[in-house]
């Protein structure tokens, strides 16, 4: 069965940076599209940058130039590096990856990773 983990949330404080990244697991034939989405408290979820599996990128307006988002195939790994962070970035970050196994294709979501900006 397919799994995704989230990892490198934490505590940063203002204008500093940090490293997400989702690492899938399972008997996956490939990856396709691979997105982060946010959700702050009291707010909807949003996506904050996604990437095909032919590396083309996309981000929100509001982490354009800020963030990057990437992936190493070999390793089934989506990769979200995050700088400049503000208060407003904090949030649940949650990765999101079209994946096709034995199974079939199905979307995939991972439990999530805190990312809190404060001073």
């Known amino acids: 069965q397919v799994q995704l983990l989230e990892s490198g949330g934490g505590l940063v404080q203002p204008g500093g940076s940090l490293t997400l990244s989702c690492a899938a697991s399972?008997?996956?034939?490939?990856?396709?599209?691979i997105g982060w989405y946010r959700q702050a408290p009291g707010k909807q979820s949003e996506l904050v940058a996604a990437?095909?599996?032919?590396?083309?990128?996309n981000y929100a307006d509001s982490v354009k130039g800020l963030f990057t988002i990437s992936r190493e195939n070999t390793k089934n790994t989506g990769i979200l590096q995050m700088n400049s962070l503000k208060f407003k970035d904090t949030a649940v970050y949650y990765c999101?990856?079209?994946?096709?196994?034995?199974?079939?294709?199905?979307?995939?979501w991972g439990l999530g990773t805190q990312v809190t900006v404060s001073s």
């Open positions: 399972g008997s996956i034939f490939s990856i396709d599209a």
């Open positions: 999101n990856a079209r994946v096709t196994d034995w199974n079939g294709s199905g979307d995939y």
């Open positions: 990437i095909t599996s032919e590396g083309t990128t």
